[in-house]
């Protein structure tokens, strides 16, 4: 069984979306996008620096086009036939097109305003986000909040991102808990999937009550608690609510498991999620698409594992 995902903030780097804009069609439908949301994704996936594309107001709706542009060169879902689709964070919004829950332009409309509502809620205190590498979870999560800070991302691999105020970070740094052998700060512009970003919910909720979402084709895992979803309204309510909701990729992964998941695909720009499939799901075979050279193997892959 395959599983299709998507991953989030932070996977972006400079010039990455520039291979895959030279496949046929390819940069005419990133220019329509571009137009549709009054953003240039093209000179910001192939000529924007990294600060650039941090920028979480750009870096959303860059992440969105990447994934569904990658997975959509391999084909479309009935062809791709994943047996669930997931994402992380902003992420879930590009599954929601694999599992037609939302058309590309419903999706990249949402997640502009979604990386603009975040952006404005970021801006209101000085926040960010590093992760935890190694360690037991409930002591990691005891000590974070006892500093004051949520256990934003839970990913499971002996891997949690905690997220607060900058002095909580700080005092983070030189305060790890029991086991973490390091505390990586990670390139985000801000606190999400937190308190610090409430603001951004209401905005959210506003934008989502315009789209009339259809209901999965495919099983669609929620990274709120790893569940699969089955109606196209609870996907689109769980979208508006996770912005200031920890991110439970562990559970996601623990569903992979029991739903059989033999093959895991992450679409571009791949790495993250297929790290963390590698130290907790032994035995699936994961492949991340990075560039369009990685293509053929997918498609191998697609064929081995596919529905």
């Excluded at 909040?145 to 030189?174: D, F, H, R, S, W």
Aim: aromatic share 2%; charged share 20%; glycine share 10%.
């Amino acid at each position: 069984m395959l599983v299709l995902v998507a991953p989030g903030q932070g996977a972006q780097t400079p010039g990455f979306l520039t291979p895959w804009l030279e496949l046929p069609g390819a940069a005419d439908r990133v220019a329509a996008w571009s137009d549709a949301i009054g953003l240039d994704l093209v000179h910001y996936g192939t000529q924007a620096d990294a600060d650039a594309i941090r920028d979480t107001s750009v870096a959303q709706p860059l992440l969105v086009a990447a994934g569904i542009l990658s997975a959509s060169a391999l084909g479309d879902t009935a062809t791709i036939a994943p047996g669930a689709v997931a994402g992380h964070s902003v992420g879930e919004i590009t599954a929601a097109v694999f599992a037609g829950v939302l058309g590309d332009a419903a999706a990249l409309t949402l997640v502009r305003k979604r990386g603009l509502a975040m952006a404005d809620a970021a801006a209101i205190t000085e926040t960010g986000m590093s992760a935890l590498l190694g360690g037991d979870h409930d002591v990691s999560v005891a000590h974070l909040e006892k500093l004051g800070l949520t256990p934003a991302n839970v990913n499971g691999a002996g891997q949690i991102v905690a997220a607060g105020t900058l002095e909580q970070l700080a005092a983070l740094n030189e305060d790890k808990p029991e086991g973490v052998r390091k505390v990586v700060p990670l390139k985000v512009a801000g606190a999400f999937h937190t308190h610090h970003m409430a603001p951004a919910v209401d905005a959210l909720a506003k934008a989502a009550a315009d789209l009339t979402p259809a209901d999965p084709t495919v099983p669609y895992v929620s990274n709120k608690d790893g569940r699969t979803v089955a109606t196209g309204a609870e996907v689109l309510e769980r979208l508006v609510g996770q912005v200031a909701n920890p991110v439970r990729w562990d559970l996601c992964m623990e569903t992979f498991k029991e739903l059989g998941a033999t093959a895991l695909i992450e679409v571009c720009p791949g790495g993250t999620l297929v790290g963390l499939a590698k130290r907790a799901l032994p035995g699936v075979r994961t492949l991340a698409l990075k560039t369009p050279d990685d293509l053929d193997a997918a498609r191998e892959l697609i064929a081995e594992h596919s529905a």
